[in-house]
Every structure is written in C-alpha cells, then in structure tokens.
C-alpha cells in the first residue's frame, strides 16, 4: 500500500513560525500522531513507506524526522491544492497496490476507521465522509438518487441545493493507484480557488464506471483538522479525554477525567489513584496502589508499588521503589533512584543521587550528585554543595548515618556510616563512620554589646 500525507500547507491562521503539522497534541507533533496511524494501517499489508508532501517550512519537517529511514519526504514549492500535492508523490506511487491519503493536520482519525476505507474500496474508490449540522467551509458529498457517490463539490462552487447537503468529504480517500495517476493527470484548476482539486477524481472515478465507496464517520473528532490555536486546542482536550477513558478502562481511578494530561503514555497497575491537574510527559510507569496527588508533573519516572506522590511535585527521570513519600513540593531532577520507603518532604530537591531503602529527606533540603546509603536522616536545611564552579563532585554517605539541621556538605566527601554531622556544620573533610563531627565557630556571648538605636527626629 501507497500511502501519501498532505503536510505542505502553511497554516496562516496559526500564527507562528512552526510549520502546522508540527505543532503539538498529547505532547507529540501532529504529524506524528498521523505516521503512527499510517504505519499500523500500512503494516497490514507488509512494510510501507508513508510519503510526506512537504511545503512550508519543509526543512523543519524534515529535520524533525531524521532518523526516521521509512519516511520519503517529497516537496510541494508552490500550494496550489490538494490535487496537485499528490502529485508531487507519483514518482514514488506503486501501482502493486492502493493509495491512501492522509492530511498532517488530521490528528485523530484512528487506524479501525483506516481499515475500514481500505476494505470498503477493494479495488475501487472509497472516501471518508462525515454528517455535520453546520457543514459550511467544507465539500460536500453529491449522491445520485440511488444513494451512490457521483461527485464532491467545494463549497466555493457548489449551488444552493448542494450548499444544503450535509454531509462533507475529509479529503480522506483510498484509491487504484495506477487509476489515480491518470486522474491526477487530468486534473483541471478552472474553479473558484484556481487549485487543482483531489476531490475532483471522484467524478472520473464514476465517469469510468470505477466504484465509489464512501465510510461515514459515527464520531465526527476523527475528521477534525487544526488550523488554528483554538482548534489546536480542542483537538488536545479530545486526545486528552481519549486517553483519560483508556485510563479509566484498564482500571485507573481519576479524580477528574477532565483534568489530566498525558503527553507520552502512562502505564499503571491496580488501584491507581490520580488527582486533578496532573501532567504525564514521556513514559511514565505506576506501580500496584500508587497515588498521585494535585498538580504533579512526572517526566520519564518509574514509581514502585504503594508509593504516594503528594501535590505540587515536579519529579523528572527518577526511579522510586516501593512505599515511598514524595512531597508535597519537592523536586527530582535527572537522574534520581530511590529505594524502598524513602522520604522526600517538602522544598526538597534531589538531583542525580541515589538513596537507599528507608532514607529521609523531609524537608528544606538539597541532596545533589550524592549517593547515599540505607536508613539515613538529612535532616532540615541540609544542603550537600556539590559544585565548585566548574566541576560537579560527589558525596557519599553511608548506612545510618544522620545530617544536623542547617548542615552543609562539601563535596567532595564520604560521611561514614553511622556518622553523625551536628547541626549547623559546615563539613569540608570526610566524617569517620559512627562518631559525632562538629565544624561551626565556638558560640560567644558579648556581655557588653548594645543594640543599636535610631536617632530621634
């Protein structure tokens, strides 16, 4: 199977300098959204190639696919209609087998629906139409009286009478590929927009007695197309809702299905909870009974079994065992393990440390380029001053031990295990294993000392 993707086209209404098809849903460009459809409904008839017709801001769309060895890029320089960008694909077309056409800025359409078009055509046309109450802007799908497909017609030419049909075409279409290339050929631009339309082979179609088949769509998303901020974000919120009742299906309890986002994908066990206003970038792995409080956000985490993620935390490439505490306010930043039960408390931050099984964190703490062993207390104020202005160093600190409040930990060290830091230390040299170290100025009084006071006015 042949299959073409209409990307060229430059999204005026958008107003940015991204080229349209790279602008974001569920945290992925849209066409991207749109190749991993043409590729499943592709696979099914062996290895494909999906062809991106490319346009405006073509070198964009092309740097953000390197790497990608089953794509051919091909260019539309000029954007004068959907028909004459399939054109620009012909040299690539094999006539073996059909033709699918896809559009970039179509994100939503899914593969059950592809596979449904292409069985419908079997060696002929067949196009996806959907039923609108207001179809205006669009094509409309003009039938004989016995119900068959004899033609579409843009808007910009139709009739009064046809204006009032409501069902529309969504460009989407499956046809004979050798047929196709002497529609295409054929194609004339003498209508309203001077562009040579894709939607004009239909009527060759039928006028050569080739079947047409139209699929309408039972849930009109999967035709929506982005052309501005405003749709870009309506498309988001049903992607979102499409992935919150998958969710929900494979047993996840959501506080509001309204208010998640997942940009990636997340995969949970059972008696998963998840608070409003969390946000799932990359993949994201939860264990048995994990819960996720308000207004997280977690990048590319694993959470182990039973582990409770309070809200507002921001936790970025970590790894979590089992019956931890995160939270609420605390930050992991690549790259983080913890062990089993660990404590990371509020206004903490870990980065690229390990702690292990049983140790705590609770609050006001930074624990950073350290590896820190079992069972050990950093107490509040902690912070390990892991770099010196140029260089990251690292800190060890073994099983047991315990760090005062208002501590800091010049790296790099090795506190020894057991070892204990009183508070307010400053410690520059490594701490023997199981004995009291104190580094802070002997405390003073002055008898003699007065406050000093405003003068009077």
């Known amino acids: 199977m042949n299959i073409v993707i209409l990307a060229a086209g430059q999204g005026k209404r958008m107003k940015s300098a991204l080229p349209k098809v790279l602008h974001t849903i569920a945290g992925r460009p849209m066409l991207s959204h749109v190749l991993d459809t043409a590729r499943s409904v592709g696979a ?61 800025d179509v994100p939503l359409t899914t593969a059950a629906t592809l596979r ?22 669009y094509g409309r799908i003009v039938r004989d009286a016995g119900g068959s497909v004899v033609r579409i017609v843009e808007e910009k030419d139709a009739t009064a009478a046809e204006r009032a049909i409501d069902e529309i075409n969504t460009g989407i279409l499956v046809a004979p590929t050798a047929q196709l290339k002497t529609w295409l050929a054929s194609l004339s631009n003498h209508n309203a927009q001077g562009e040579y339309y894709l939607t004009d082979v239909i009527a060759q179609a039928v006028a050569v007695g080739v079947p047409v088949s139209a699929v309408v769509l039972a849930d009109p998303d999967e035709a929506l197309g982005v052309n501005s901020p405003a749709q870009l974000a309506e498309v988001e919120r049903i992607a979102q809702r499409r992935t919150a009742m998958a969710l929900m299906e494979s047993g996840v309890r959501l506080a509001d299905p309204a208010r998640i986002d997942v940009r990636g994908s997340v995969e949970a066990g059972a008696d998963v909870f998840i608070d409003v206003g969390c946000v799932f970038e990359g993949r994201v792995v939860l264990g048995d009974g994990v819960r996720i409080g308000p207004h997280n956000l977690l990048r590319d985490c694993t959470i182990g079994a039973g582990t409770e993620v309070f809200g507002f935390c921001y936790l970025e490439n970590a790894t979590i065992g089992s019956l931890a505490r995160i939270g609420p306010f605390a930050r992991m930043r690549p790259t983080v393990t913890l062990g089993d039960e660990v404590h990371i408390g509020n206004f903490v931050e870990v980065k690229n440390s390990q702690l292990s099984a049983g140790s705590k964190a609770n609050h006001l703490a930074y624990v950073g380029d350290a ?17 010196d202005g140029a260089n990251k160093h690292r800190t060890v600190i073994g099983d047991d031990a315990h760090t005062g409040s208002n501590s800091v930990l010049v790296a790099p060290l090795d506190i020894g295990a057991g070892a204990t830091i009183g508070a307010g230390s400053t410690i520059s040299k490594d701490a023997p294993a199981g004995k009291l170290t104190v580094a802070r100025a002997k405390q003073v009084t002055l008898d003699h000392w007065k406050r000093p006071t405003k003068k009077s006015k």
Do not use: C, E, M
Not at 75 to 95: E, I
């Open 371 to 387: 590896t820190v062993g079992a069972r050990v207390n950093i107490g509040a104020g902690t912070i390990i001053a892991n770099y």
């Open 116 to 137: 449904r078009l292409v069985a419908a055509a079997g060696n002929g046309v067949a196009l996806l139409t959907v039923r609108l109450a207001d179809p205006s802007g």
């Open 44 to 104: 099914d008839a062996g290895p494909v190639r999906p062809i991106v017709v490319a346009g405006h801001g073509g070198d964009a769309v092309r740097a953000a696919y390197v790497g990608a060895d089953d794509l051919v890029f091909v260019t539309q320089a000029t954007q004068l209609g959907t028909g004459h960008a399939v054109q620009q694909a012909v040299p690539h077309l094999n006539d073996a087998g059909p033709t699918l056409v896809l559009y970039g």
